[in-house]
């Protein structure tokens, strides 16, 4: 399973970004689906989730603002940020997994992230 992130930039607070995360043929339609995020120094929190049957997961801090959502056809997953704040900037990542996690974080494949960076 390989996990291609992008999209990450630098961007103002209240500015928006579409992170996309393209996987390996076959598995968006058979592998929950997961955004995470890691701090310096600190662990992955898990941001965004979405299982095989389209169910959704945030985390509190993030509903309302981000939108998880998935082209089983172009093998790509995204995540829409909204109204970015300075505590949004992290190193985010996508993750793939055959069991349904969630916002767990001991999913079994990650990419290598993208830098979000909001001033």
């Known amino acids: 399973v390989q996990l291609v992130e992008s999209g990450g930039g630098s961007v103002q607070a209240g500015g928006a970004l579409r992170l996309s995360c393209v996987a390996s043929e076959g598995i968006m339609d058979t592998y929950c689906m997961g955004w995470f995020r890691q701090y310096p120094g600190k662990g992955r929190e898990g941001v965004s989730a979405m299982d095989i049957d389209g169910q959704v997961s945030h985390v509190d801090t993030v509903k309302g603002r981000f939108t998880i959502s998935r082209d089983n056809v172009k093998n790509t997953l995204y995540l829409q940020m909204n109204d970015l704040k300075s505590e949004d900037t992290a190193m985010c990542c996508c993750?793939?997994?055959?069991?349904?996690?969630?916002?767990?974080?001991?999913?079994?494949?990650w990419g290598q992230g993208t830098q979000v960076t909001v001033s």
């Open positions: 993750a793939a997994d055959n069991v349904n996690l969630q916002l767990a974080r001991h999913y079994s494949y």
